[in-house]
């Protein structure tokens, strides 16, 4: 299942910011509705930090891009996940297992990381209920593909506020599923204690 969008001028379409940052602390967002960019897709753009470090030389840093909703940067995955539940229906019907409305109905959080582009990337805050993730609600959870390499990207799970033992997390790393490459975020159970 491809993402929902290859070119900046389709993230842009949908108030996805594409932003680019290298360590040098430099972060630029693209204008994904330029004549530049607008065509362009975001796995098979490469880009090249020009700044001119305090010593002379030039970065040599290799950027990343971060993808995610317009105006959302400083919200938590708390806020993420309220702002989701509050679009909710107070009496939802129960959704069919392993779809994605489930995971809204959780109030999960998703992050994905592309790793097969050239220079790979990462769409953070996902809220599954609004679009254009909301065409996948009642499809059965499977691995995104990136539309530029053609392979699937990591989907990360969190939970929201309201869920039990939000307090504290760990990662199993057998967690991950062996075909969708989904990895659930668990809370921490009182027996096992920290």
């Known amino acids: 299942m491809f993402l929902p969008f290859a070119t900046f001028g389709e993230a842009a379409a ?5 932003e680019v940052s ?3 602390q430099r972060r ?6 330029s004549d530049v960019f607008r065509d362009r897709r975001i796995g098979d753009t490469r880009f090249v930090c020009t700044t001119i470090l305090p010593h002379g030389d030039r970065c040599t840093g290799t950027p990343s891009i971060y993808i995610h909703k317009r105006g959302r940067v400083g919200w938590t995955l708390g806020d993420h996940s309220r702002a989701m539940r509050a679009r909710q229906p107070p009496d939802p019907p129960p ?3 392993s779809t994605f409305r489930t995971i809204v109905q959780r109030g999960e959080i998703a992050h994905l990381y592309d790793q097969g582009c050239p220079l790979p990337y990462t769409i953070s805050a996902i809220e599954l209920d609004e ?6 609600l009642d499809r059965p959870v499977e691995r ?3 539309p530029a390499c053609r392979k699937g990207v990591i989907m990360h799970l969190h939970y929201g506020p309201g869920s039990p033992a939000t307090e504290r997390w760990w990662v199993s ?3 991950a599923c062996p075909t969708c490459g989904l990895v659930r975020i668990y809370p921490f159970s009182t027996s096992i204690g920290v």
């Open 14 to 18: 949908f108030d996805l910011e594409v």
């Open 22 to 24: 290298c360590r040098c």
């Open 28 to 33: 630029v967002v693209i204008d994904g509705l």
């Open 95 to 97: 959704a069919a297992r």
């Open 131 to 136: 679009p254009p993730w909301d065409r996948f």
């Open 144 to 146: 995104f593909v990136c």
């Open 173 to 175: 790393s057998a967690s």
